[in-house]
């Protein structure tokens, strides 16, 4: 493996040689150290936009030579991100767990980007939306909240994704119930009384459901829990621009772990759900039984896409948190910390209200 086969996102400034940074306020290229700027260049007119890849023609390693490319990566003995390091970096710290990595010469071959989401937030923004968030959490120990606000600054990840498309047509046969209701009589404690009782009568039902999927979202990362990426949503996918290295500058990138088949048998899963929640409607009534659902998938393709996320990773006392921001829209998730005194303050003050009201009522009452 040659060292010009390996995309390193490192853009030198005209001027003066340092690195420049893409800025998600002015959309374009910084150079911190001369104030320079640069143009983020523009897709031409022969690359189509966010062009759809052929899912069949991936899994059977069929796709053009210039939809794969291969980056220098470093895997995290802990949490097994695969993490994009510059070349001359050597040490680092994971971003996902603050583990401390040591960068090898490994290499990840891989689908190439299409689209990816700019930044649209500064650091200091994401560092002022994550404490914000930490100073409502009550019981959150306050160590761990000032050292979140003093510590050190945030990382800028552009997270992966696999967005995939599908022409879904399906099959059903189940039961419609449509609820009814019988008087009767029944005879309580001597007493004769007529209630409704509700019965369902159930018919069968049968028919066919079509949908088209439109980037059904799946993230190609095991390194973040997947419930706080999932809280991170809704992302403006509208959004997106076709894949440029300058929109990377400054920026890491994790190379995706979620391999294409997978990702597909999570996004088939979800379209399963909407096809179910579809064969209900369509059988109508006011319930259903679903005996068997056949779906024929076809032109299914995808995407591999990359989404602006910015994080903290901290150590306090031997525990790592993790937080997470969405580098869109500023929507914060992460671990909920928890201060063992501050849960047995708030219950002896519990204790000591509930006592006093106890109090004051017996006063009240005569008994004391």
Not at 209 to 224: I, P, Q
Not at 239 to 264: H, I, S, W
Request: proline content about 5%; some cysteine; charged content about 25%.
């Amino acid at each position: 493996m040659t060292e010009s086969t390996i995309s390193e996102h490192r853009f030198p400034c005209d001027l003066c040689g340092a690195d420049f940074r893409f800025d998600p306020q002015k959309g374009q290229l910084i150079c911190d150290h001369c104030g320079n700027e640069g143009e983020v260049t523009q897709a031409g007119p022969w690359e189509g936009g966010l062009k759809e890849l052929d899912f069949k023609q991936a899994l059977n390693n069929l796709l053009p030579s210039q939809e794969i490319e291969e980056t220098r990566v470093s895997k995290c003995p802990n949490c097994g991100a695969q993490v994009e390091m510059a070349e001359a970096t050597h040490a680092a710290e994971c971003p996902f767990c603050a583990t401390p990595v040591v960068t090898g010469t490994g290499t990840h071959r891989h689908i190439k980007p299409k689209g990816v989401l700019p930044f649209a937030l500064e650091e200091k923004q994401a560092r002022e939306a994550m404490t914000s968030w930490l100073g409502k959490l009550w019981f959150a120990p306050n160590g761990l909240q000032d050292y979140a606000r003093k510590g050190r600054k945030m990382e800028g990840i552009y997270v992966p994704y696999w967005t995939f498309d599908a022409d879904t047509k399906s099959r059903y046969s189940g039961q419609r119930g449509t609820i009814y209701y019988e008087t009767r009589t029944v005879t309580r404690d001597g007493e004769t009384k007529q209630e409704r009782v509700q019965k369902i009568r159930w018919t069968p039902a049968s028919g066919r459901v079509a949908r088209f999927f439109d980037d059904v979202l799946v993230l190609a990362s095991r390194a973040l829990p997947k419930k706080y990426t999932d809280a991170l949503e809704p992302w403006d996918l509208a959004a997106l621009e076709p894949y440029r290295p300058e929109f990377l500058a400054g920026f890491r990138a994790e190379a995706y772990t979620v391999e294409l088949d997978e990702g597909f048998d999570q996004a088939r899963a979800h379209m399963d759900r909407v096809i179910e929640r579809d064969v209900r409607f369509d059988i109508g009534g006011d319930r259903q039984k679903i005996h068997r659902v056949d779906t024929d998938v076809k032109d299914v393709t995808f995407k591999h896409v990359l989404l602006p996320v910015w994080m903290a990773a901290y150590k306090y006392r031997g525990k790592s948190y993790r937080f997470v921001v969405n580098g869109r829209t500023g929507r914060v998730q992460g671990e909920r910390p928890w201060s063992a005194w501050k849960i047995a303050f708030a219950v002896l003050i519990g204790l000591i209200v509930a006592g006093a009201i106890g109090y004051l009522i017996a006063v009240s009452e005569g008994k004391i």
